[in-house]
């Protein structure tokens, strides 16, 4: 990766910079294994503040480019990940991982909170991220935040779909998106069936609760006791309540 004229300017100053400046002033960038292959992750002194995966291992000098475009800050190489980021990546979850994430609105800031409490293995629809941020409306600006996701896999927005059961597109494209959840045991192919029978929530006569196909609680159900709902509305009208982990309720009907 080239140096960055800036860091070069600021190479050339005489006096000697306080201790932990040039740490406030550049990111640190490392390469390290993810789900998908090789990511690069940029990290300043608040966290990590952005990651790219790269499809074409040359595509990934441009990383520093981006970097730059984005947050206007330079890019020093890193000794070594950032405290957690590994168990992240090979979790899905970001727990213990500090994100600098001062650059997005609170809007942003608020799907991607939101994002991060779909579990591993789990999907839920853009109208549900909307609801839980108290935005039912703005299902379409939830999927602009999520293509704007400086922290893809850290906060899992392939875990976001489509209502009608499509995975939807992603910041890697939408094969990635299908390999990631495939990875974290989603049944698409499974879902496509469903949705191809306009089925979209699944209850079961045992519990009287309904859900979502991918709940654990879903998984659970045994095929005689397993009904299949369009809308909520439609499976609480059949005296099925809404199920208190994956909360399909907060999706409009």
């Known amino acids: 990766m080239n140096q960055d004229p800036l860091l070069s300017g600021l190479a050339g100053l005489v006096a000697d910079a306080p201790e932990g400046l040039l740490d406030r002033i550049a990111a640190r960038w490392v390469r390290v294994e993810g789900p ?8 300043t002194d608040q966290g990590v503040a952005f990651l790219r ?30 405290a957690g980021l ?8 970001a727990a213990g991982l500090r994100l600098d994430l001062r650059e997005l609105s609170d809007f942003q800031r608020d799907v991607l909170t939101a994002t991060q409490r779909i579990p591993r293995g789990e999907v839920r629809p853009y109208a549900w991220i909307a609801r839980q941020i108290g935005r039912p409306g703005a299902v379409r600006a939830v999927g602009t935040a999520l293509a704007r996701n400086p922290v ?10 489509r209502s009608d059961g499509a995975a939807g597109d992603y910041v890697f494209g939408a094969a990635a998106k299908e390999r990631l959840l495939r990875q974290e045991g989603v049944d698409l192919d499974g879902l496509r069936e469903l949705a191809e029978a306009n089925v979209f929530y699944l209850a079961s006569d045992t519990t009287g609760i309904v859900c979502f196909p991918t709940c654990h609680n879903a998984r659970r159900i045994t095929p005689r006791h397993r009904h299949g709902f369009r809308s909520v509305a439609q499976a609480e009208s059949a005296g099925y309540r809404a199920c208190r982990t994956c909360r399909p309720g907060e999706v409009a009907a």
């Open 53 to 82: 995966h790269y499809d074409d291992p040359a595509a990934a000098d441009g990383f520093a480019a981006e970097f730059r475009a984005r947050f206007g800050r330079p890019l020093l190489p890193g000794d070594r990940p950032p």
């Open 36 to 43: 998908l292959g090789e990511v690069s992750v940029a990290a």
């Open 86 to 93: 590994m168990p992240a990546l090979r979790k899905g979850k």
């Open 152 to 161: 893809p896999l850290l906060v899992p927005c392939h875990r976001v779909v």
